[in-house]
């Protein structure tokens, strides 16, 4: 399917070429002007949009967070914003882009199509996005969340090569739990803890991270290291057909798409765009990329497990302790439950969050704060 969006600009285009092809990334002309849109729209919300639409909204609270409060809420409006457009983006795509569908395992590592080249920009935009934040306030979020934006930004960015363009929107639907991780925080913050929205919204979040990333990334990273391994040995195996190209494999790459099934012109050019950089990607995959990727990917997977075994474990920790009546705590507009449900949700912001949005720098920061309080009481009373 095609991209959906008009091209960049001329100017921009020549501009932005002779970079793309010094560093490889052939398809990147096509879609730098849909990255410097996503990043300067995630952005102006980050700076602009969310302090006073939140102010608007949530006069009781926003006005009165601490600083470092109100700039990780902000962080926590655009990845609320940003994973919701980018799931709906990449399920449209998965269904609609009929050439997408029919790619061999070759063309799944080596082909493109436009639309799946408007996921992984707009996924390029927002790490960029992140990459900025973490690194400008990377005191406050710490290295783990500016490690995890620069990892991401490179994974994406090479699928600029192209490189497994197929898996873009697939691997984007990880971000399937993180509206509802991001929910759960704000209702956090606006004292509703405990609350039945909240609980809801926490067995959404669970049954949504079991199946989304544990489920369906496990199965899918399956498929993508065995088509690797396909083109790696389609590389090594490549014959040698002149000096100035040793190593041709997009002879037996891309199937014949003569167009002579379409009914439009836009169907004809599709087919034609899965082979588009064919002579680009010609000489195989280089074993470094293989390699980077299934160590990102690996990286990843070994996260999620490594989270959902944090959920697993605030659970049995509930099922261990005696069997003594929960109370509910009843105040005015609000109802605390404690359950299995809200500690495996609460674990797993905790933990996530930690990560890729660094709530534990200001969470870190307030029992500083508090501690130095604290002392400074002590020594008023002596």
């Known amino acids: 399917m095609l991209d959906p969006l008009p091209p960049p600009p001329p100017w921009l285009r020549g501009l932005v070429t002779p970079w793309a092809v010094y ?104 790490f960029l996005y992140d990459l900025i934040v973490s690194t400008v306030y990377v005191k406050m979020f710490g290295v783990g969340m500016l490690f995890h934006a620069i990892s991401a930004l490179w994974v994406f960015a090479q699928g600029f090569r192209p490189f497994v363009n197929f898996y873009a929107p697939t691997f984007i639907l990880y971000e399937l739990s993180s509206p509802f991780l991001n929910i759960h925080w704000f209702l956090d913050k606006v004292n509703m803890t405990g609350s039945k929205a909240q609980w809801y919204n926490g067995i959404t979040l669970l049954v949504v991270f079991f199946f989304c990333r544990l489920v369906w990334g496990t199965w899918q990273s399956a498929l993508v290291y065995m088509d690797m391994w396909r083109a790696v040995k389609q590389t090594w195996s490549a014959p040698p057909s002149s000096v100035l190209d040793p190593v041709n494999t997009s002879a037996t790459i891309f199937q014949e798409r003569n167009g002579t099934l379409c009914v439009d012109e836009a169907c004809a050019r599709a087919n034609a765009e899965i082979s588009l950089f064919a002579h680009q990607t010609a000489a195989g995959v280089p074993i470094w990329l293989v390699l980077t990727y299934v160590a990102s990917n690996l990286i990843l997977n070994g996260l999620n497990y490594y989270w959902f075994s944090k959920m697993i474990e605030a659970v049995m920790k509930r099922f261990r302790e005696p069997a003594i009546p929960a109370k509910k705590v009843k105040e005015p507009g609000k109802e605390v439950q404690p359950d299995v449900v809200l500690d495996a949700a609460g674990k797993l912001r905790e933990e996530e969050g930690y990560f890729e949005t660094g709530d534990g720098a200001e969470q870190t920061k307030t029992s500083v704060v508090d501690t130095l309080g604290t002392d400074m009481l002590r020594k008023r009373k002596s």
């Open 23 to 126: 560093f490889n990334l052939h398809s990147l002309p096509n879609h730098i002007h849909e990255i410097l849109f996503a990043f300067a729209f995630y952005q102006f919300v980050h700076s602009y949009l969310s302090p006073r639409l939140s102010a608007a909204l949530f006069p009781q609270f926003y006005p009165r967070f601490p600083r470092r409060t109100q700039l990780n809420w902000d962080v926590h409006v655009v990845s609320f914003l940003q994973s919701t457009l980018i799931n709906l983006v990449a399920l449209w795509v998965m269904f609609a882009d009929r050439e997408r569908k029919d790619m061999t395992a070759e063309e799944r590592v080596y082909g493109y199509t436009g639309a799946c080249g408007l996921v992984q920009a707009l996924a390029t935009g927002y």
